[in-house]
């Protein structure tokens, strides 16, 4: 059986599997009921553990400096050494960089012990609103609640969803607005 944790961040609960495993992986979106097609964010440390899996250029840089960690989502260019059956159809990777202290134990304990990220995708069924408590995610996940084999609660979250920007060759593109609105980055930015 794959290791699937459901655990906190800064913003809502999130369900972790081994980011590099595709099984694992495979597992997540059956948990989910999303597409085994889609891909999924990856929960890591610091951005050294981006710089590992992705390539991270001036602007995504300064980006990542200054909101992370935090509750932002920054995509990027995945480097050549990542398996392609990890990653999304356009070459990239979604990271997170949790500024939660359960969440940042977690992963670091995590990629001591397995060399790879989590992945860091909403605790919820694809196409519902992800709830507060670990109580009423797996009232909603139902019978897949089979598949989880760690939970670790601390408390409600009730947090905007993380933002999601996309900096490719130093082009930003907000894909969601979140808890970090596109003017904060803009302003920052620009």
Same mark, same amino acid.
């Given at each position: 059986? =794959?290791? *699937?944790?459901? %655990?906190?961040?800064? +913003?809502? %609960?999130?369900?972790? *599997?081994?980011?590099?495993?595709?099984?694992?992986?495979?597992?997540?979106?059956?948990?989910?009921?999303?597409? /085994? /097609?889609?891909?999924?964010?990856?929960? $890591?440390?610091?951005?050294?553990?981006?710089?590992? %899996?992705?390539?991270?250029?001036? +602007?995504?840089?300064?980006?990542?400096?200054?909101?992370?960690?935090?509750?932002?989502?920054?995509?990027?260019?995945? =480097?050549?050494? $990542?398996? !392609?059956?990890?990653?999304?159809?356009?070459? #990239?990777?979604?990271?997170?960089?949790?500024?939660?202290?359960?969440?940042?134990?977690?992963?670091?304990?995590?990629?001591?012990?397995?060399?790879?990220?989590?992945?860091? #995708?909403?605790? !919820?069924?694809?196409?519902?609103?992800?709830?507060? #408590? +670990?109580?009423?995610?797996? #009232?909603?996940?139902?019978?897949?609640?089979?598949?989880?084999?760690? $939970?670790?609660?601390?408390?409600?979250?009730?947090? /905007?969803?993380?933002?999601?920007?996309?900096?490719?060759?130093?082009?930003?593109?907000?894909?969601?607005?979140?808890?970090?609105?596109?003017? !904060?980055?803009?302003? %920052?930015?620009?």
């Amino acid at each position: 059986m =794959k290791d *699937v944790i459901l %655990y906190p961040t800064e +913003t809502i %609960y999130g369900l972790g *599997v081994h980011a590099l495993d595709v099984e694992a992986l495979k597992v997540l979106f059956a948990i989910k009921g999303r597409d /085994a /097609a889609q891909t999924a964010s990856w929960l $890591v440390r610091d951005i050294a553990d981006i710089e590992r %899996y992705a390539e991270i250029g001036d +602007t995504a840089r300064r980006v990542a400096e200054h909101f992370l960690p935090g509750p932002l989502t920054l995509i990027l260019k995945a =480097k050549a050494s $990542v398996p !392609n059956t990890c990653i999304a159809p356009d070459g #990239t990777i979604g990271f997170r960089i949790s500024s939660d202290s359960v969440a940042q134990k977690l992963i670091a304990e995590y990629m001591a012990a397995h060399d790879a990220p989590l992945t860091c #995708t909403s605790a !919820n069924l694809h196409g519902k609103v992800p709830q507060a #408590t +670990t109580e009423e995610i797996l #009232t909603q996940l139902g019978d897949r609640v089979a598949h989880i084999t760690q $939970v670790v609660d601390d408390g409600p979250r009730q947090g /905007a969803a993380s933002t999601v920007v996309r900096i490719l060759d130093d082009t930003i593109e907000i894909i969601r607005e979140g808890a970090i609105t596109e003017s !904060n980055i803009k302003a %920052y930015i620009l």
